[in-house]
């Protein structure tokens, strides 16, 4: 009989705060009010490398070796965090957003099934099984809202979705080939995501300025938190924990996102969220076994 190390467990927890983080990304995306999408990607992406990079040089080491990489290196992580973003916002000017996102919310189910693979995890039934009731509650939420009809003339957009949905799960599981490349590379991975998304801005958007202390709070507490810290949690998590509990906890994400609306009063509670919320709890405990249970 044996037990994960608890070095895996507290990995697999980071993974965990990172989702936690992103519930608040609605949230407090909403609260940036008419900020354009690439716009908001250059500046929030901005703080998290910034800070990433103020917090390597007060650990003592050099900013500048968060850019010293290989190009594989670069291409996973630019073409995971900036990739999926570019991929997501087209996906929305595309197809409606509620077909999109549950299109693009195939990316946990993706990260299981591509543990194997790929990350060269044994997947085991209470994997796939805890990542399917996962998507089934993500399912019961979309219909719940009654806004869903995949029409044929938006196909591009459903392709750019699953894009994403493929992006994160392939950034997420390859990562853990790259275990010996230090998390202070996603500083620069952040870093090179804003001035991408720059000119993307300049090309396709007209400029927004932030106006009032709200704006500016939620930007602040954006570039911290779901696009900050988050993601230098879930480079720990990928790396070191159990990427297939990973993939189902990560359909936490949704649920909180919308409670946080709820509680803020920016959404209505309902009887198909409270399914939802049980079907992907369920799902994550039991794609969770290997951390709470002996074998």
């Known amino acids: 009989m044996t037990s994960p190390s608890p ?8 993974g965990l705060a990172a989702i936690l983080l992103w519930a608040a990304l609605a949230l407090l995306t909403v609260s940036t009010g008419e900020i354009p999408p690439f716009q ?32 594989p290196v670069w291409l996973l992580g630019v073409a995971g965090l900036f990739g999926y973003h570019l991929l ?9 957003a509620a077909e999109a996102n549950l299109i693009n919310y195939l990316w946990p189910l993706l990260i299981v099934l591509l543990a194997a693979p790929v990350a060269g995890e044994r997947l085991r039934w209470w ?18 809202r009654g806004d869903l009809g995949f029409a044929g003339d938006h196909w591009k957009g459903y392709l750019a979705a699953l894009g994403c949905a493929f992006a994160w ?21 952040c870093v090179v995501t804003a001035l991408l998304a720059l000119p993307a801005h300049l090309l396709f958007e007209t400029t927004v300025s932030p106006s009032g202390t709200t704006t500016w709070l939620a930007l602040a507490a954006l570039g911290f938190g779901p696009v900050g810290a988050a993601f230098y949690l879930w480079d720990i998590a990928v790396k070191r924990g159990d990427i297939r509990a990973l993939g189902a906890l990560s359909y936490l994400t949704p649920i909180l ?6 509680v803020a009063g920016r959404a209505q509670a ?26």
């Open 257 to 262: 996102s919308t409670l946080a609306l709820i």
């Open 7 to 14: 070095a895996r467990g507290r990995a697999t927890l980071s």
């Open 127 to 144: 994997h796939l099984a805890g990542a399917g009731l996962g998507l089934a509650g993500i399912v019961v939420l979309a219909l719940g």
């Open 40 to 71: 908001l990607v250059a500046m929030t992406f901005a703080v998290g490398g910034l800070a990433g990079l103020a917090w390597i040089a007060i650990s003592g080491r050099s900013p500048l070796a968060a850019f010293r990489w290989p190009p």
């Open 169 to 189: 799960s392939l950034y997420s599981t390859i990562s853990r080939r790259f275990g010996e490349v230090p998390t202070d590379a996603v500083a620069g991975f």
């Open 88 to 96: 997501y916002f087209v996906a929305l000017r595309l197809a409606p």
């Open 270 to 295: 309902s009887t198909a969220l409270l399914l939802a919320a049980a079907l992907v709890v369920a799902g994550a405990v039991m794609a969770a076994r290997d951390l709470w249970g002996r074998r």
